[in-house]
Nanobody, 116 residues
Framework: QVQLVESGGGLVQPGGSLRLSCAAS????????MGWYRQAPGTQREFLAR???????AYADSVKGRFTISRDNAKNTVYLQMNSLKPEDTAVYYC??????????WGQGTQLTVSS
């Protein structure tokens, strides 16, 4: 059974930092590209960042320079370090595991609220 479990969300003040984690089980983690997405109320799910199985990264313009994605294959975990947070970063954050020819997997999401 595949599980992706996000953690680390919460309430943070504008300008603050937070690190999200996504722990995977039931897949060969190192073979999957891992991504972070978010969805605010009334909006579509938005791509944020991706790290391939080989370690290459890509970012959405909205978070480039503020967010950093990384992975630890020994821990089957992908991280999203978020700095200089803004109120508009408030959303539910999801991780995704994807591999060519395979069904993608999603986590259940973790809420981030940026507010003073």
């Amino acid at each position: 059974q595949v599980q992706l479990v996000e953690s680390g969300g919460g309430l943070v003040q504008p300008g603050g930092s937070l690190r999200l984690s996504c722990a995977a089980s039931g897949i060969i983690f190192s073979a999957y590209a891992m991504g972070w997405y978010r969805q605010a109320p009334g909006t579509q799910r938005e791509f944020l960042a991706r790290v391939t199985s080989g370690g290459s990264t890509a970012y959405a313009d909205s978070v480039k320079g503020r967010f950093t994605i990384s992975r630890d294959n020994a821990k089957n975990t992908v991280y999203l370090q978020m700095n200089s947070l803004k109120p508009e970063d408030t959303a539910v954050y999801y991780c995704k595991a994807s591999k060519t020819g395979a069904v993608p997997y999603w986590g259940q999401g973790t809420q981030l609220t940026v507010s003073s």
